[in-house]
């Protein structure tokens, strides 16, 4: 058995059951496993990834070793680890994984595995690789997942420091209007159901921050009878989200109406004491942003006289006025991950992503760089191949005409 730090070798039946059932609904990246298993674009070339370890990531791990490549995986979300997914990993499929849920990832092991590629969530890996200067010097390049992560790295980029080329994921068209809306939207609301067994309908519901993780969150929670209400610091989303139907106020306001708040901002000390202090008692609070910054748990804490678990993933926090605040799953992003079938199409750009650029090895500058737009059609029109869906193309005499008027003609 290869190196790895997983719960338990005998949940691997039943992990790998799981990553059958949705590799199902992963028909875009089912049709690059059976590409790759032919022309082999990664043979002899390492690499590592700190992502969540579900179905959906499992799946991809398994294309990229189908494509030759020797993997390494660490949990990016420790919460969201499947302790049956990481066993399968190790003994059906033989991917040095470790994931334990709960446990906080060793990214040590991934800057130590000296890998060719990075594939990242978060930018966790790269700090690590970073923090290792003369390793990640040598790494061809990587992806990243998140806006975060894409914030960070520019970062590296303002200073200089960025040390291979990186591809934002996150940008491509295939994964923020379907993934972020339809993903994030469904699995948080999912994920607060879960844990609560709240009935959202007539409740007043807080998202803040209506990117398109906001959006998707905002139109689940309505469709379920909830009566959203939006935050935002941008006047244009604002202006949209009030146009979309949703009452739309700062969270000053929205502190003492809401019963359930969900962030999605990506940002620091979105919920601060002054929220706190207005809140009814009873108020749930979730974060579906990437890291467990977005609400101020640490002075939440000291604001308490005493803190229990409710349920599973559920804490409640007894303030010393007599109310009761509840947050769910640590303030770290929550939810157990996003539908196979929308994966499929961000999964589908990482791989296609590292293929590019293994073939454009030495000819990328330290930089952060969009998806190829090529790969991006690609994945949306393999998408629709596989839902039965035929589309028009473009006549000779329509292409003619449409470069005639770009040209002033």
């Known amino acids: 058995m290869v190196d790895c730090d997983i719960r338990d070798p005998a949940l691997a039946e039943a992990g790998k059951r799981r990553i059958d059932w949705a590799f199902q609904s992963m028909p875009v990246l089912q049709f690059i496993r059976k590409q790759f298993i032919k022309t082999q674009p990664l043979a002899g070339l390492r690499i590592a990834a700190c992502l969540p370890v579900t179905t959906e990531t499992a799946n991809l791990m398994v294309t990229l070793r189908d494509a ?39 990214l040590s092991l991934l800057a130590d ?3 060719d590629l990075a594939v990242d969530s978060g930018y966790q890996l790269a700090h690590a690789l970073h923090a290792l200067g003369h390793r990640a010097a040598e790494i061809i390049g990587g ?25 934002s994921v996150h940008d491509a068209t ?22 609560t067994n709240i009935l959202l309908a007539g409740m ?19 469709g379920l009878g909830a009566n959203v209400i939006v935050t935002e610091i941008d006047p244009i989303k ?55 910054v977005e609400i101020d748990l640490e002075t939440l804490g000291k604001m308490a006289s005493a803190r229990r678990a409710m349920r599973e993933s559920v804490e409640e926090f007894a ?26 199409m961000s999964f589908a750009n ?18 952060v760089f969009p998806v190829p737009e090529a790969i991006d059609r690609e994945v949306a029109r393999m998408k629709l191949d596989s839902m039965g869906v035929k589309i028009d193309r473009l006549t000779p005499e329509q292409e003619r005409y449409l470069d005639g008027r770009s040209a002033g003609g």
């Open 350 to 367: 990482h791989a296609l992503c590292i293929q590019y650029l293994v073939a454009n090895r030495g000819k990328l500058e330290k930089g």
């Open 68 to 106: 030759g490549a020797q993997l390494t995986l660490c949990a990016s979300n420790p919460l969201a680890t499947q302790d049956d997914v990481a066993a399968s990993l190790v003994s059906d499929f033989n991917i040095s994984t470790y994931a334990q849920k709960g446990e906080p990832a060793n």
């Open 113 to 115: 595995s000296q890998p």
């Open 204 to 222: 007043n519901l807080v998202v803040s921050g209506y990117g398109w993780c906001g959006r998707g969150v905002a139109s689940r929670a309505r």
């Open 174 to 195: 295939t994964q923020h209007f379907f993934d972020n809306r339809y993903g994030t939207g469904q699995s948080t609301i999912d994920g607060v159901l879960r844990a």
């Open 238 to 292: 604002a202006l949209e989200a009030l146009m979309d139907g949703y009452r739309v106020m700062s969270m000053g306001e929205a502190a003492a109406l809401g019963d359930v708040f969900i962030t999605v901002t990506g940002n620091k000390s979105v919920i601060t004491r002054e929220h706190f202090d207005k809140m009814k008692s009873g108020a749930i609070l979730c974060n579906s942003g990437h890291f467990n």
């Open 319 to 344: 303030l010393r006025d007599g109310r009761r605040l509840y947050v769910l799953g640590e303030g770290r992003l929550f939810s157990e991950g996003h539908p196979a079938s929308v994966m499929d």
């Open 143 to 167: 992806t990243e997942d998140s806006v975060q992560g894409e914030s960070q790295l520019k970062t590296l980029v303002a200073a200089g420091t960025l040390a291979y080329p990186v591809v």
